[in-house]
């Protein structure tokens, strides 16, 4: 019995969703500038592309006309105020000054509205900025300058992403995630193995990919020196418990039959037993048994292959 050494398994950097957000065009236009490159850190606030639009012209249009119809309505209440007060109008009339007052200030506030929830900046006559709406750096750039942009578009122009964390994507072989667990730690390696990272572990799917028999593995890591970049190569290791004993045995004593593992056990009286056996991981010439074969028992290590042949003989004479 000895425990196997942890063995790197390839991964890959990824973004974490949750601190990932999409950037687009609020308005139909044409994108004028654009101020950031694809790698880029931006500031909450920060200007990331203008965009020349008619339809902003339009919003800002009505908003400048619903604010002169404040100041029409404003003019006139105060005129109806003063005729009322000189007795040489009804009350009526003053509270109808008062009443389209009202009805105009609601109509400024709904445009006023309107403009902030497209969350830009306005740069004079049709022209506007698109600003970011949290700090992060630009992890993905689909815009250019002379684009015509549309707020329906199926891609962002942009994402930005808070790279103080990011996920780290493993496939591990499906017999190595049965002692792995959520909230494990691991360690993250990268540039050859010179760069080591502590994670844990967040996720472990419950399938197992049927082509290549893996499970997906899901490690959020620390990375506020930005060192981890997401699509760059790594790799995962999960320690293994150091009390943990776990039987293993030559790589050459197992031999394969059909889809099963072969172990030939020693039973009474010198008999040799084919058992099948569920194997987990190798290394450095050994394998680990995870179910078949128990701590002690007596197995053919050498010429397995060999004996299975013979047996396989045997039957067909």
Known sequence: EAPLAALPVPGRVDLDEKRTSSVGAPLAGRVESVEV???ARVKQGDRLFSVRSAAWADLDRETEGARAQVAVRQRLLERAK?????KAAAQKEMLAAEAELHEAELTLKAAEAKQRSLQVQSAGD???????????????LDVYTGQEVTPDRDKPLMR???LDEVLVIADLPEGDVVELSVGEQVSVLLQGGTLKRDGVIEYISEVVDPRRRTVEVRVRSKNADRVLRPNAFVEVIAEPDSTLKV?????????TQGKQSI????????RLEPVPVVVGRRNSGRTEIRRGLEPGAKYVSRGALLLLNQVELS???
Request: glycine residues 8%; aromatic residues 8%; negative net charge.
């Open 263 to 270: 172990l030939f056990v020693a039973r009474d009286g010198g």
């Open 82 to 86: 003063e005729l009322y007060e000189l």
């Open 315 to 317: 039957r067909e004479r």
């Open 247 to 255: 039987v293993t045995v030559p790589d050459a004593a197992i031999v």
């Open 37 to 39: 490159r694809l790698g």
């Open 126 to 140: 049709n022209l506007f900025w698109v600003r970011a709406q949290r700090s992060g750096t630009v992890v993905d």
């Open 160 to 162: 930005l992403s808070d």
